[in-house]
């Protein structure tokens, strides 16, 4: 099942903070964030795994509760160059297969 | 360290004909994945290869379309008889040996844009 993400669009002021979230009627393994700008690839964000495993982007942070399967992406601080569309998507099992979510449209503006 | 490489970046076919997708992983990857975004819509999983094997071809339509990635050269997706309904754009990922893609980041090639006529 695709996973769930809230809100579904976002407008920020530069240096407001955001939050997105994820969720999963599946138990999760992973979850990994990524940002895609129109027309372009997208960008490797951050991958949180069961276990509390993290890695990714210093400025980036996030979380996962395992329990609730679901995790939140946390941007503070925005900046223009944030704006683009955040997927997160979900790792069910060990076998590489991401099912990502519809995605949350976020614009900073000035 | 070169990123990973698709192409063509755009590619037409008229309905019925076939179409060849490359992708050329990351140097040191030894895992790839495809995937379709429809305009405006998320990424869907298609198949995961890593050399030689189909790991996981759960997202693959069953018919018209085949993935390989072979001993030697890029990973190949293959749709034959291409129908209006195949346009979007077709992503390539790839990640490092040591565990699957569940585990490992995914990096992204920039994408072939099919559009059929």
């Known amino acids: 099942q695709q996973p769930v993400q809230s809100p579904q669009a976002v407008i920020l002021r530069e240096g407001e903070d955001a939050v997105i979230n994820c969720s999963s009627s599946?138990?999760?393994?992973?979850v990994h964030w990524y940002r895609q700008k129109h027309g372009e690839a997208p960008v490797f964000l951050m991958i949180l795994l069961k276990g509390g495993e993290q890695k990714g982007h210093e400025k980036i942070s996030a979380s996962f509760n395992e329990k609730k399967q679901q995790s939140s992406l946390y941007l503070t601080a925005s900046q223009l160059s944030y704006s683009g569309t955040y997927f997160c998507g979900t790792g069910s099992s060990n076998t590489g297969k991401l099912i990502f979510g519809q995605g949350t449209t976020l614009q900073v503006k000035p | 360290n070169a990123g990973v490489m698709q192409n063509p970046r755009h590619l037409v076919r008229r309905r019925g004909q076939e179409a060849r997708l490359r992708c050329s992983p990351m140097k040191g990857h030894s895992h790839v994945y495809w995937y379709r975004q429809l305009p405006e819509e998320g990424l869907k999983f298609m198949v995961y290869?890593?050399?030689?094997?189909?790991?996981?071809e759960s997202g693959m339509p069953k018919e018209r379309f085949s993935a390989e990635f072979p001993k030697e050269g890029p990973s190949i997706l293959r749709i034959q008889q291409v129908v209006r309904g195949d346009s979007a754009a077709y992503f390539c990922?790839?990640?490092?040996?040591?565990?699957?893609?569940?585990?490992?980041?995914?990096?992204f090639g920039p994408g072939t844009r099919l559009t059929v006529l």
């Open positions: 290869l890593q050399k030689e094997n189909i790991i996981d």
């Open positions: 599946k138990a999760l393994y992973s």
């Open positions: 990922a790839s990640s490092p040996p040591g565990g699957t893609g569940s585990y490992n980041e995914q990096f």
